[in-house]
């Protein structure tokens, strides 16, 4: 079992705060991801967390060390970077930016062709993990809930209230016409 550390870090301390953490003995890189917090009023943008684990201890009366550094990413800004700490960060970085969009700044898997495209097929347009995006899936077919009042085989007799609609759920003008 394992407990993480955490630290919350500047943008412009994040590549110091992996570094840091790597020769303090986290060898391990474990993932690198983000949140999208682009709703959040006092400071959208996007969190990067990587995990790293230390792993020198085993599996002990302690467990293994772990840390957790998380980072603010605003809209459109970029991140440092931290290929040059933990090689394995690179997918990680590349699967980020590819579904998120943030950009990674000094990015270098050692292939020279920068961040490019991972999972998506070739031409798909758009950032899926994004709180903003459309999920098509949810356009072309009816949402699998429950009837909504004044729906189905009386709608005379049902009350009518507003419409809840599901996240995702574009809105009615969403699509070719």
């Given at each position: 079992m394992s407990t993480d550390e955490l630290?919350?870090?500047a943008l412009a301390d994040w590549h110091e705060a992996?570094?840091?953490a790597q020769a303090s003995g986290f060898t391990f890189f474990d993932w690198l991801s983000a949140v999208d917090r682009t709703y959040d009023e006092a400071a959208p943008g996007y969190d990067l967390v990587l995990r790293a684990l230390d792993v020198s201890h085993g599996a002990g009366t302690h467990g293994i060390r772990a840390v957790r550094i998380t980072t603010r990413v605003p809209e459109g800004a970029d991140a440092p970077s931290v290929t040059d700490v933990y090689a394995g960060a690179?997918?990680?970085?590349?699967?980020t930016h590819e579904m998120f969009g943030v950009g990674f700044s000094g990015?270098?898997?050692?292939?020279g062709s920068g961040l490019r495209p991972l999972l998506l097929p070739e031409g798909f347009a758009g950032t899926p993990l994004r709180k903003s995006f459309v999920l098509a899936a949810r356009a072309s077919k009816q949402w699998p809930g429950g009837k909504e009042p004044g729906e189905g085989h009386d709608s005379a007799k049902s009350p009518s209230r507003?419409?809840?609609q599901a996240p995702g759920v574009p809105g009615p003008d969403w699509g070719p016409r």
């Open positions: 630290r919350d870090v992996v570094a840091t690179a997918w990680h970085e590349r699967e990015f270098d898997d050692g292939s507003r419409r809840v």
